[in-house]
């Protein structure tokens, strides 16, 4: 059976790769291109064939509901998963009512992906078969497959729960903060607070810098990464 043709679709350039990097390593699939704005994704879909997009909501020139609008009104076949930061209800009921199949959000580890695009070749080796479905059994199992989840996979210590808390500090505060500011606001000590902040810069989520004093070690801070759109 051929790779299943993915198109990974975000602005930023670090996370681009990451994705594109993760995509690689998933059995069973393969890169079909990258693009850094809605434009440029409708224009890789135009050009050659794309089984499946990973899209980024939040693009320079045009929303991830909107690119959705325009691969359907073009009669465009690929599947979309959502990867995205977008966490209002709002937003998913959208994505879902424009044939979104499954939705991602940020921050993720490789594990979580991969999970998602396993159960989307299953899904897909499940809708692969002719003629009609025997019995609702059938058609029960293979949604089942593509809605299910393992839950995310985090590194050993950290969970979903903390590291969102973490992300909404971070995304509510205008300046850099420090482990031990995490620390007080999320009630986890500050070396816990550390391995989050420092996951969520591998995750291309945050970005880290040092604040020099007269004395001592430089001092670690931390800010979420601003994006465009």
């Given at each position: 059976m051929?790779?299943?043709r993915t198109l990974v679709v975000e602005d930023d350039q670090l996370i681009a790769e990451a994705h594109q990097a993760y995509v690689a390593r998933v059995s069973g699939f393969a890169v079909a291109g990258v693009a850094h704005s809605g434009g440029d994704a409708l224009r890789i879909l135009g050009a050659q064939p794309v089984d499946l997009v990973l899209l980024d909501f939040y693009l320079p020139d045009m929303g991830g509901l909107d690119v959705c609008r325009a691969i359907r009104a073009a009669g465009r076949g690929a599947d979309v998963i959502a990867v995205t930061s977008a966490r209002d209800l709002a937003t998913v009921r959208a994505a879902v009512s424009q044939g979104v199949v499954q939705y991602l959000l940020k921050p993720f580890a490789f594990a979580t992906l991969r999970d998602k695009l396993e159960r989307y070749a299953d899904y897909r080796r499940q809708m692969a078969a002719t003629g009609e479905a025997g019995d609702q059994v059938v058609v029960d199992r293979a949604l089942a497959v593509l809605r299910g989840s393992s839950g995310p996979a985090l590194p050993k210590g950290l969970s979903s729960t903390t590291l969102n808390a973490v992300v909404e500090h971070l995304?509510?505060?205008?300046s850099a903060v420090s482990a031990s500011d995490v620390a007080e606001v999320t009630?986890?000590?500050?070396?816990?607070?550390?391995?989050y902040l420092e996951h969520l810069v591998e995750q291309g989520q945050?970005?880290?810098?040092?604040?020099?004093g007269q004395t001592g070690r430089p001092e670690q801070l931390y800010a979420w990464r601003r994006r465009d759109g």
């Open positions: 051929r790779p299943i995304r509510s505060r205008d009630g986890v000590s500050r070396v816990t607070a550390r391995r945050a970005d880290r810098g040092a604040r020099y």
